[in-house]
């Protein structure tokens, strides 16, 4: 099993731009989420799926665009690139929330994403 | 929104001392997860913690869920440079989000 998936790795883009960040498992996991990551803030949950064809908000989701057409793949859209959107995108998957490990996640290696 | 917070932001020890990092929050959880990140890397999970007062070893680690489980410890036996990272708790919310702290930077010096 490859795990969780995330490509690319690196990306940099221009203010104003959009793109797609990739997100795969192949764990048949429910649960799949999205974070960023910046220095001295922890993980941020920007949006997270329970399951094919449910998504909701996390705590930062202004700007992104999630949809959740497959159990096997969770992209994120930037609509509109912005610096602040400057990070390190982690994906992450887990059980469905029906046991008591439900919330254990496994993690993709990132995306370093530089909007410039 | 429940909150993690994690203490000590940043904590550097000389190889073979013991240490012990916390989680605390206002709230219930059903569960907290501990992991691990290296830098370049995605977290890795370590263990989770499910029932208040529960105690997890895992070899040098000990990982301890409080009674009222709204917090949570990780105690590190003997450390070795091995252990340097940063180390991240996550508990899940009322509606399914799981949240993160801000995470606990270990720098064991050789």
């Known amino acids: 099993n490859a795990g969780v998936t995330q490509t690319p790795k690196f990306q940099v883009l221009k203010t104003g731009q959009s793109m797609t960040l990739q997100c795969a498992q192949d764990?048949?996991?429910?649960?799949m989420s999205w974070y960023r990551q910046d220095p001295g803030m922890g993980l941020r949950l920007i949006h997270y799926?329970?399951?094919?064809?449910?998504?909701d908000q996390g705590e930062v989701p202004n700007g992104y665009n999630v949809s959740r057409s497959t159990t096997e793949d969770f992209p994120l859209r930037l609509l509109s690139a912005a610096p602040s959107q400057t990070s390190v995108y982690f994906c992450?998957?887990?059980?469905?929330?029906?046991?008591?490990?439900?919330?254990?996640?496994?993690f993709g290696p990132g995306t370093r994403l530089t909007v410039t | 929104t429940q909150l993690l917070e994690q203490s000590p932001q940043f904590l550097s020890i000389q190889e073979g001392e013991n240490l012990t990092v916390y989680c605390n929050s206002s709230?219930?959880?059903?569960?907290l997860q501990w992991y691990r990140q290296e830098p370049g890397e995605g977290p890795v999970l370590l263990v989770t913690?499910?029932?208040?007062?529960e105690v997890k070893k895992l070899k040098r680690l000990t990982f301890q869920f409080g009674d009222a489980r709204k917090d949570s410890s990780l105690h590190i036996t003997a450390a070795q440079t091995g252990d340097t990272g940063l180390y991240l708790c996550?508990?899940?919310?009322?509606?399914?989000?799981?949240?993160f702290g801000k995470g606990t930077r270990l720098h064991i010096l050789p």
């Open positions: 992450a998957s887990s059980h469905g929330a029906s046991g008591t490990f439900s919330y254990e996640q496994y």
């Open positions: 764990m048949n996991h429910e649960y």
């Open positions: 799926s329970v399951g094919a064809g449910i998504t």
């Open positions: 709230s219930v959880f059903s569960s």
């Open positions: 913690v499910v029932t208040g007062g």
């Open positions: 996550a508990g899940d919310d009322r509606d399914d989000k799981i949240i």
